[in-house]
């Protein structure tokens, strides 16, 4: 096998800088909103003391546990030795960095107090799972840099398969505990379930997968490398199955939770009686977000274009997105019991009946920079370091190609 | 910002005193009632007085009488917001409550009933574990409090609190008690009037202290470790029950009548 040439983004080209630009753009708005939700207090939010985490949180959960699918490409080439991804490592963990960073910055940002981090940083809670998880990130973000230095560079190279199954195994134990920030929730009936971490993980792959397939189509089309059939055939079916393995953790999530008849009222909310959660739910994560993309690239009709297939690609994120939305808000949303038995009739503070919330636009716009900062990551990361391979190509790539040549 | 300006409760203040003065003599007249309560301690107690750090010989806690509270009554409310500086914006998901009425019915037999929620000071407190700061905190007196220092307003304690005990300060606050500081961005809830508490004597908090005025005496506010409590009593003789004791966290507040 021939090896693979990298290089950085060459020259200044009015598109790069355009990207650029409308990057920039989009977190400074960002940053506004942020200021602005800081500023006034969180009332001129959706949030309230009902619905505590809105918005951001839906993006900065997604980003967090895309950055860890996201690192998958890498881990396939260096843990599983499967030699079609290696040439992709780089970018993979790139990517990974960046959505990491874009999604703490939105979780940061969304803070009541965010010019406390610095508490947040000195002052450990051991006992909190959200503590830990401020570890694992920057663990998570030590590994991966390691890990691509790694690889980038001639004289460890002989180390990087190391540093890759360390990535690997971190990135497992980080989205179990993202995962588990909802497991600890025993008192709110959605949430205190085992099986969310598993679901979390195959959740992460695929949606992590989405999004690499997306930039890396987006970023050889604008660049004029070869990208060829044969690595894009490969990623399309494993998003497949990775979509088809996410479904089935939610289905496995739902029914166990029908077995116990305490949770029947809430997996009826869920799914059948929520309003827009069930909409949200069969609509846009079972329907747009999982069987379209399925039919995208599977069926022959659609599987061979590159426009379906960032489509796909696309669709599986907007459904990852929506179905954030129902775990977090619709968990939310569902009153909490407090007496067995017992219903409430009336409160001042809102108990016993679903909470409202709808998004403003400073939460979405918040959650839309942190789309930002982990893009231009990518964009600046590819400029000024040699995570592209120059060509993709087929014969590059596959080795039965270059064993027949 | 001066409004963060809190006299921290911290739990190194709350180290056990051991020369502290035990009455022996009246733990063992108590130990035999002692064992009927569930989940109280037979450790013998005294008032504290100001001077003396926080120990675990003391557990405040409360007794809601619901046949005693009365309906369409919130003097509690009233009381207890008026205390702290609590103040309302006219925007009710938002605005902050620190104890609130809630009225139920049993499902099976449709009776009615209203009852004051607040914070229930868990001793195993969910906010407490999930903190990543540990801004939120017990006292070894059983009082669970927020230190506005050093939380960072996630809101994870929120999500974590079985009652919804607890409120995030959406806007800015002004007219605050200097007993009880609080900052936009950080979260709040019941502090059992711990300024009281710490002054000693008698004082309950405000809430209990305003029922008792309106004359319902809904609310026994006391040290659950005291045999020769009002509160200790009470709660020997009469049933009580702890919301969603399911989860056992063996609150700080039981109801008597549900
Ligand atoms: S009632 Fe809620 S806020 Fe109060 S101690 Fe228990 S978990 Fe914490
Ligand atoms: S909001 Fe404050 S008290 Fe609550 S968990 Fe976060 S840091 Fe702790």
Partial sequence: MKTVQYTEVKGWSTGYLAIL??????????????????????????????VVWGMPHVFAIFLIVAASGALNVASIGTVFGKPMYKPLARLSGLLALALLAGGLAVLVLDLGRPDRLIVAMTKYNFRSIFAWNIFLYTGFMVIVAVYLWFMMEARMNRYYKTAGYAAF?????????????????????????????????????SFGLAIFMLVLMASYKWLARPLGDAVLGRLKNLLGVFVAAALYFVAVQHLTNLYAAEHHAFEAFMLLDGGIYPLLFWGGFVVVGSILPMVLVWH?????????????????????????????????AYPMEMLPGHEIISSAFFDGVVAGYSPSLPEFLLGMAGVGVALIMVVIGVKVLRFLPVTLADEAVDPHATAKA | ????????????????????????????????????????SILPASARSPDEPVTEDQR??????????????????????????????????????????????????????????LCQHCEKPPCVDVCPTGASFRRADGIVLVDK?????????????????????????????????????????????????????DQQPACAEACQAEGHEALVFGDLRDPESRLYRLLTEISSRQLREDLALNTGVRYHGI
């Fill in chain 1, 21 to 50: 630009g409308v990057l920039g753009a989009i977190i400074v708005v960002g940053l506004g909103a942020a200021y602005y939700m800081e500023h006034q207090g969180h009332w001129v939010t959706g949030m309230s003391n009902q």
């Fill in chain 1, 169 to 205: 195994i971190w990135r497992l134990i980080l989205t179990t505990g993202t995962g588990s920030i909802f497991g600890f929730l025993v008192a709110r009936p959605g949430y205190d379930a085992a099986v969310m971490a598993p679901m979390f993980i195959v959740m992460s792959f």
């Fill in chain 1, 300 to 332: 022959p009709a659609f599987s061979a274009s590159r426009t379906w297939l960032g489509v796909a690609s696309a669709l599986v994120i907007l459904g990852g997105l929506t179905q954030i939305y129902v775990i977090l808000i619709g968990g939310q």
């Fill in chain 2, 1 to 40: 910002m001066s409004e963060f300006d809190e006299a921290r409760q911290d739990p190194e203040d709350a180290k056990p005193d051991l020369a502290r003065r035990r009455f022996f003599g009246t733990a063992a007249a108590a130990a035999a009632v002692a064992t009927m309560v569930p989940g109280l």
């Fill in chain 2, 60 to 117: 405040w806690g409360m007794l809601v009488d619901v046949n005693k509270c009365a309906d369409g009554c919130t003097a509690c409310v009233d009381a207890c917001h008026e205390e702290n500086g609590v103040t309302h914006h006219g925007r009710p998901t938002t605005d902050p409550y620190w104890i609130r009425k809630v009225k139920l019915r049993d499902r099976m037999t449709g009776r009615e009933y209203g009852m004051p929620l």
């Fill in chain 2, 149 to 201: 220092h050093i939380c960072i307003g996630c809101r994870y304690c929120m999500m974590a609190c079985p009652y919804k005990a607890r409120s995030f300060i959406h806007e800015v606050t002004t007219d605050q008690k200097p007993h009880a500081p609080r900052g936009k961005g950080t979260v709040e809830s019941c502090t059992f009037c711990v300024h009281r508490v710490d002054a000693g004597g």
